[in-house]
């Protein structure tokens, strides 16, 4: 990741900061500190951070990705929805392709490793704040199939059962099967299965162009 100057004028800039760690946050404001970021908002939920977001004053947005009471990916739809133009950045401690292209396909401005540097983190909050994304090469080019699936038309009726739909939905979550399987109560089997019969109704070839067909068609 480039470097990005401070932007000029002295302006401060307004971060809200939502994990649900409390070493986590500790530490990105321990990382911010003695710098021109204030971390004004500080929430441990999807919903908390959709709220805080919408009704008060802030310049960039930093979403963990997995948080109770509404995911981080859930609040960055919520979020956009209302405020479109907001910068916001994922954070999150997994480096999952179907969390980087639901990201993506919901308009991030970028998605940060937790094991970031300190330098990395600065430089995409002040770029975020100056209106700029923050997407690597890398992280583009793994998801540029994902993107490029077509957008089915509300009027396409794919005939998923309500299984393979629910299925689908913790899919898009980035859910593992054996994560699947368990929060269905189904066997890791019978998982595997609707996941093959999911990509071949919805005609995609894997997990994560599935999860960006999902988000397009307002399924998560």
Same mark, same amino acid.
């Given at each position: 990741m480039s +470097?990005h100057l401070a932007?000029?004028?002295g302006r401060?800039?307004?971060v809200?900061?939502a994990?649900?760690?409390g070493?986590v946050r500790?530490?990105?404001?321990?990382?911010?500190a003695?710098t021109?970021?204030?971390?004004?908002?500080?929430?441990?939920?999807g919903?908390a951070a959709?709220r805080?977001a919408l009704e008060?004053?802030?310049?960039?947005?930093l979403?963990?990705?997995?948080?109770?009471? #509404?995911?981080g990916l859930?609040?960055?739809?919520r979020i956009?929805?209302e405020?479109?133009?907001?910068?916001?950045?994922?954070?999150s401690?997994?480096?999952?392709?179907?969390y980087?292209?639901?990201?993506v396909?919901?308009?991030?401005?970028?998605?940060?490793l937790?094991?970031c540097?300190?330098d +990395?983190?600065?430089?995409a909050?002040r770029?975020?704040?100056?209106g700029?994304?923050?997407?690597t090469?890398?992280?583009?080019?793994?998801?540029? #199939?994902a993107?490029?699936?077509p957008r089915?038309?509300?009027?396409?009726?794919?005939p998923?059962?309500?299984?393979e739909?629910?299925v689908?939905?913790?899919?898009?979550? #980035?859910l593992?099967?054996?994560?699947?399987?368990? +929060?269905?109560?189904?066997s890791?089997e019978?998982?595997?299965?609707?996941v093959?019969?999911?990509?071949?109704?919805?005609?995609v070839a894997?997990?994560?162009?599935?999860a960006v067909?999902?988000v397009?068609?307002?399924l998560?």
């Amino acid at each position: 990741m480039s +470097q990005h100057l401070a932007p000029q004028g002295g302006r401060r800039i307004r971060v809200l900061m939502a994990d649900d760690h409390g070493m986590v946050r500790i530490g990105l404001k321990a990382m911010v500190a003695e710098t021109e970021i204030d971390i004004v908002g500080d929430v441990e939920t999807g919903e908390a951070a959709i709220r805080y977001a919408l009704e008060n004053d802030v310049d960039v947005v930093l979403l963990d990705v997995r948080m109770p009471e #509404g995911d981080g990916l859930y609040a960055l739809g919520r979020i956009r929805l209302e405020r479109p133009h907001l910068p916001i950045l994922m954070l999150s401690t997994f480096d999952n392709p179907t969390y980087v292209a639901r990201a993506v396909a919901l308009g991030a401005n970028g998605y940060l490793l937790k094991n970031c540097t300190r330098d +990395q983190l600065l430089a995409a909050i002040r770029a975020a704040a100056n209106g700029e994304t923050v997407w690597t090469r890398e992280e583009l080019r793994r998801v540029t #199939g994902a993107l490029a699936t077509p957008r089915f038309g509300a009027d396409v009726d794919v005939p998923l059962t309500h299984r393979e739909s629910e299925v689908l939905k913790q899919l898009a979550l #980035g859910l593992t099967n054996k994560e699947i399987a368990n +929060q269905l109560h189904i066997s890791y089997e019978t998982v595997k299965e609707h996941v093959q019969h999911i990509l071949r109704k919805i005609g995609v070839a894997d997990r994560t162009q599935a999860a960006v067909w999902a988000v397009r068609n307002k399924l998560v």
